[in-house]
């Protein structure tokens, strides 16, 4: 994360000339410019100081309860929770189709109603060998964080929340992802009070496993739609 | 609003840095998100419209807890809670607010927003697999509905039930419930030659930014 800040502000010393030089060649343009990308004003960390210095005279926070709140984003909601909901419908292809109906009402069924403190109606869109899902929110940053917890610093960076919906195959290459040419890509903007979840497909290699070990195998990115789990392989013969 | 923070489809943000992938990079962060959930003054809708009304070179240079920060002074300021001169001279003594209860460590694990979709029986004006349009509407205040869907065709996809319509919520007036629906474009209808035939895209849209198409 500092290389990138570093890289941001360098961008920002010598960059806007040379990408201007580099984006408008002529007609027949087929890359993007490099990016010019906010570097934060450095009067930002004061200013918290001083609204958090304010509202606690003031008796409208308790500072104990900040570090409370933050505790609980930091290691009681996350991803491990979505992959308990990926896990199970794995598992039990009954308990699949209920999330797929209505995935706000299945997730009762492993005690997930109240957890996290987002209750905003929940989707589940499942992956295939046709299609690949994957989710955005390009107006703010819509994310299912009573099932992912805290969102990712590139999920609510300009780039992905202007380029998914225009070029999604072209981002996912850029977390690695190469997807089959006939295989269809969905994107989902969330632009309204749902929150999307998608379930990866089944890596192969994991007949016989258990819920518990499949909910290890299940990560933020597949659960995002930028990742694909690839096929398990037993430690040792990797 | 046609604001800077309607972004899907714009270019010159450069690649996505899959690598950036904390939660909070700075301690700062930790806090305004505190804040937010913490000290709550009007709705999410409102929040989201105060952020899209900064200055776009604002919206643009803050990072995102940076725009946050903003938006929820101003909103804090708006509603009372605090002043603009006690954000100049935060260590003056100032007085504790009569009445006010903060949240307690222990309630603080606890906050939880709500669903939003309302067990209302009002009818929807479209069912699943009708044909429709995106209204070519630029409203002043705040919508969900980004540019890059206005005037397009699309099919209805999923119909989520009725939800309280954020345009009109965003500014305090009665919150007119309506049905919102998953919407399914062609990649090809949204961005021409530059869609790939075979990609689609989703959007949640409400009963008020359709009309119905042949």
Request: contains cysteine.
């Amino acid at each position: 994360m500092e290389k990138k800040k570093i890289s941001r502000r360098n961008f920002l010393a010598t960059g806007p000339a040379v990408a201007a030089g580099s984006a408008i060649s002529s007609c027949g343009v087929t890359q993007e410019p490099e990016g010019v990308h906010g570097t934060p004003p450095s009067g930002i960390p004061l200013r918290v100081q001083s609204l958090m210095s304010v509202l606690t005279q003031k008796g409208l926070i308790d500072p104990e309860a900040v570090d409370t709140l933050i505790e609980y984003y930091e290691t009681k909601i996350g991803p491990h929770i979505g992959a308990r909901v990926v896990a199970r419908a794995w598992m039990d292809p009954s308990f699949k189709i209920r999330l797929l109906d209505d995935a706000s009402s299945a997730i009762t069924e492993l005690g997930l109603e109240g957890i996290g403190n987002s209750r905003a109606d929940l989707v589940a869109l499942a992956n295939s060998g046709q299609a690949h899902n994957v989710v955005v929110c390009t107006l703010c940053s819509c994310y299912p964080w009573a099932l992912l917890g805290l969102p990712p610093s590139w999920y609510k960076d300009f780039a992905y929340r202007s380029r998914v919906v225009i070029e999604p195959r072209a981002v996912l290459e850029e977390f690695g992802l190469e997807l089959e040419e006939d295989v269809e890509v969905h994107v989902w903007d969330s632009t309204a009070d749902l929150r999307y979840l998608v379930i990866p497909e089944r890596p192969e290699g994991t007949d016989g496993m258990t819920e518990e070990e499949l909910i290890e195998l299940v990560t933020r990115d597949s659960m995002v739609g930028v990742e694909k789990l690839n096929p398990f392989q037993p430690e040792g013969r990797a | 609003m046609n604001g800077i923070h309607d972004m899907g489809g714009m270019g010159g943000f450069g690649k996505v840095d899959p690598q950036d992938d904390e939660g909070f990079h700075e301690d700062w962060e930790r806090q305004v998100r505190a804040i937010i959930s913490l000290v709550r003054v009007g709705g999410v809708d409102e929040f989201r419209f105060t952020i899209e009304s900064l200055p776009p070179v604002d919206y643009l240079s803050l990072d995102y807890f940076g725009r946050w920060l903003l938006a929820r002074e101003k909103m804090l300021v708006k509603y009372g809670l605090i002043t603009e001169e006690e954000l100049k001279n935060p260590e003056g003594r100032l007085a504790r607010t009569a009445g006010y209860q903060a949240v307690t460590p222990e309630q603080a694990g606890t906050r939880t927003s709500r669903s939003k979709r309302m067990q209302l029986d009002v009818p929807p004006r479209f069912q699943v697999g009708d044909r429709v349009r995106v209204k070519n509407e630029h409203p002043r205040g705040h919508t969900r509905h980004p540019r890059y869907v206005r005037g397009h065709r699309g099919q209805v996809h999923i119909d989520h039930g009725v939800f309280p319509f954020p345009d009109r919520v965003a500014h305090g007036l009665e919150d007119k419930p309506q049905h919102c629906y998953a919407v399914k474009f062609t990649a090809t209808e949204l961005w021409g030659s530059r869609g790939n035939a075979r990609d689609i895209v989703y959007l949640d849209l409400f009963d008020d930014y359709l009309e119905a198409a042949s």
